[in-house]
């Protein structure tokens, strides 16, 4: 059974700090491109940040450009999300993706280019 299983979040005060990681079992995914997105309560999840399946690169929604960092360790199988300044309007819950196409080229936001999803973990940032 493959599965993405978040780990790292919590609560946090605004101005802090926070890293996410992803960490598959039951396959690798160091030939697609992983991304992470995020939800709050009776809004649509959104794309967050993306990176690579090689160091092609990333991609990231404006709201956390400069703040927040993608990055992958493809010895330990992982993917991470490092958040930096964190604001209140950050909280939500945090969901690790697996990209459905094989060394995708070109990058993309669209959740529905996403087949493998985490549980979902809670990011809460206090004001």
């Known amino acids: 059974q493959v599965q993405l299983v978040e780990s790292g979040g919590g609560t946090v005060q605004s101005g802090g700090s926070m890293r996410l990681s992803c960490e598959p079992s039951g396959r690798t995914f160091n030939d697609y491109a992983m991304a992470w997105f995020r939800q709050v309560p009776g809004k649509e999840r959104e794309f967050v940040a993306v990176?690579?399946?090689?160091?092609?690169?990333?991609l990231y929604a404006d709201s956390v450009k400069g703040r927040f960092v993608i990055f992958r360790v493809s010895a330990k199988n992982t993917a991470y999300l490092q958040m930096n300044n964190l604001r209140p309007d950050d909280t939500a819950t945090y969901y690790c993706?697996?990209?459905?196409?094989?060394?995708?080229?070109?990058?993309?936001?669209?959740?529905?280019?996403?087949?493998?999803w985490g549980q979902g973990i809670q990011v809460t940032v206090s004001s």
């Open positions: 993706a697996a990209d459905r196409m094989f060394r995708r080229s070109t990058l993309t936001p669209d959740i529905n280019e996403y087949n493998y």
């Open positions: 990176h690579s399946w090689n160091s092609g690169g990333t």
